[in-house]
């Protein structure tokens, strides 16, 4: 996440993403790309880093500079072509222009891609692809990985270099393209040893994308239960949702409105409904189906998902059992916000997810609507989510 003054290098990196994107989709479009996994590949071994300018603003700001000359040029070769008087002059200035830019760093502006660097994924993040990802991550990964990702499985000892830690930074840290070939293809070290297996003769596409989602949503529970902080920006799972009785609905049709879950406490035999709030699309969350189906009003998970989606928010949120947690997303999807079984109301401290650094009080007090408050502070403070160098 990036801070609210940021909005230059959010523009920048933005800016290179989108050219990049739809220099893509035109050479795709015109037949001059092949393809990879079922999408337009990257036809070139380097792209341009938004992560790493991320970490250097000052080369950022010499790119600015350098793509202003730029800009500056192809008005100047535009008038020279239009303007017969201004012609020798503009090509006299051109090439004084483009040795006098500031031009960064190669090195830091350009990295290593892969043909599948600007992949999507198609599964939407969603109850079922990260159930399906779970078996598979327990199939083929929890021996070198663990069970909590963080590289100290059984068989880690055994292998040339130790696994990457998948609950830190990883994750984020790389395009989720570049994911993909990864775990397809495999991967060496800069010696050539073998570092990972390819799966791609094990997996097929769809799978790959529903271990990467499963992977993702373990990263952000961990980070969680670890820190007491979403550190990273974690997603919202979509799942079918019935409610009142009506044809079922995605989760993910009402992004642009902030989102409440709240799992059924394990007490009651009865699911007691929360209290509807119109600030929030209030949806609850039951252990089963029969679960569900034992009070149709309102907004619930839908029961075909329910057992899937009560293990996948127990998952991201970090907990064994999901039981009595609330959790709240804002307009974008993103989780911002969890109060824990028991809690009596809302605080600032149970914003999980912020974009400011500032150090937060041990404990803040209740106030009379802190809901009211914690929601102003989310709102105040959008996610800019920085994916592989990129502003999503």
């Given amino acids: 996440m990036t801070g609210a003054d940021d909005g230059w290098l959010n523009a920048l990196i933005g800016l290179l993403q989108g050219a990049q994107v739809a220099l893509l989709q035109a050479l795709a479009a015109l037949g001059l790309a092949g393809t990879s996994h079922g999408q337009p590949a990257w036809p070139w071994a380097l792209k341009l880093s938004g992560e790493n300018l991320l970490i250097d603003l000052g080369q950022a700001r010499r790119l600015v500079g350098s793509l202003a000359v730029v ?52 599964t939407g993040f969603t109850v079922q692809s990260i159930a399906q990802g779970r078996t598979l991550y327990a199939q083929h990964c929890v021996g070198c990985h663990g069970a909590d990702g963080r590289g100290q499985g059984a068989w880690a000892d055994a292998r040339s270099m130790s696994p990457p830690n998948l609950a830190g930074p990883l994750l984020w840290r790389r395009a989720d393209g570049d994911l993909l070939w990864h775990v397809m293809r495999g991967m060496r070290a800069r ?53 009142d009785g009506q044809s079922p609905r995605r989760l993910a049709s009402w992004r642009g409105q902030r989102v409440r879950i709240v799992a059924q406490d394990d007490a009651p035999v009865e699911p007691q409904a929360p209290l509807e709030d119109p600030r929030l699309v209030t949806v609850r969350l039951a252990p089963s189906a029969q679960a569900v189906s034992r009070d149709g009003a309102g907004c619930v998970v839908d029961a075909s998902e329910a057992a899937d989606a009560w293990s996948v928010f127990a998952l991201v949120s970090g907990t064994p059992s999901p ?35 500032a150090p937060r009080a041990v404990q803040t007090a209740v106030v009379a609507d802190g809901l009211g408050a914690l929601i102003a502070r989310m709102d105040a403070q959008p996610v800019r989510y920085v994916k592989g160098g990129f502003v999503h």
């Fill in 323 to 357: 039981a009595g947690t609330t959790l709240i997303a804002d307009r974008d999807g993103w989780l911002r916000a969890r109060s824990q079984p028991g809690q009596a109301g809302w605080s600032d401290d149970d914003l999980l997810c912020r974009t400011d650094t």
């Fill in 191 to 243: 010696d050539g040893a073998l570092t990972m297996p390819a799966f791609g003769e094990r997996l097929r596409d769809d799978e790959a994308w529903a271990l990467i989602d499963f992977m993702k949503a373990q990263a952000a529970g961990e980070t969680l239960r670890v820190t007491g902080i979403w550190a990273l920006p974690a997603a919202l799972p979509d799942v079918a949702v019935r409610c």
């Fill in 71 to 122: 800009a500056l040029v192809v008005v100047l070769l535009l008038l020279a072509g239009v303007w017969r008087r201004a012609r020798v002059g503009a090509l006299v200035a051109v090439p004084l222009m483009l040795l006098a830019a500031p031009w960064p760093d190669a090195r830091v502006v350009w990295v290593a891609a892969t043909p599948a660097s600007f992949h999507r994924s198609p």
